[in-house]
């Protein structure tokens, strides 16, 4: 009866012992998450700033991709705005080119209508439906480099 109790209150002691490291770990994970969410909105913001390129009517942007299908979709989406006068995606830079009139549309607007299409750019993130509903061949690696040099 009295081991009983004893070992009893060990259990507890240990069960105290456990809740607490429960605790720390839950709130750990909730800093570091917190951290990696912090982490991944600066680069965002640096990807933003550095990747683009504007000259005039002329900008640039990375966007993701495979092959001549790819190009297809995401030069039909661009194309799609009014405003957009031309634009060209390069398949071996990952890069793609527009050309706009800035007083109907702009850059981030012709991103956006790409990254509808299931197309990621350097931008904005391609719908995923969008990219689920692509060719097999055209499901690009969504880690994939963009704005490379030739
Ligand atoms: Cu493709």
């Known amino acids: 009866m009295f081991v009983h109790k004893t070992q009893n209150k060990h259990v507890?002691?240990?069960?105290?012992?456990?809740?607490?490291?429960?605790y720390s770990v839950v709130l750990m994970t909730a800093i570091l998450m917190g951290c990696a969410t912090e982490k991944k909105e600066s680069k965002t913001t640096t990807t933003t700033t550095t990747v683009l390129k504007t000259e005039g009517t002329t900008a640039s942007f990375g966007v993701r991709g495979?092959?001549?299908?790819?190009?297809?979709?995401?030069?039909?989406?661009?194309?799609s705005l009014e405003g957009v006068t031309n634009a060209n995606w390069n398949s071996t830079q990952k890069n793609m080119t527009v050309s706009i009139?800035?007083?109907?549309?702009?850059?981030l607007d012709v991103a956006t209508s790409v990254?509808?299409?299931?197309?990621?750019t350097a931008?904005?993130?391609?719908?995923?439906?969008?990219?689920?509903?692509?060719?097999?061949?055209?499901?690009?690696?969504?880690d994939m480099a963009m704005n490379l040099k030739e």
């Open 12 to 22: 507890r002691k240990q069960y105290l012992k456990m809740r607490k490291v429960v």
């Open 66 to 79: 495979n092959c001549g299908m790819c190009k297809k979709t995401i030069e039909t989406a661009a194309n």
């Open 101 to 107: 009139d800035t007083t109907k549309t702009n850059v």
């Open 115 to 120: 990254a509808a299409s299931g197309y990621d």
């Open 123 to 142: 931008l904005s993130t391609g719908n995923i439906e969008a990219y689920n509903s692509l060719p097999g061949c055209c499901k690009y690696d969504r």
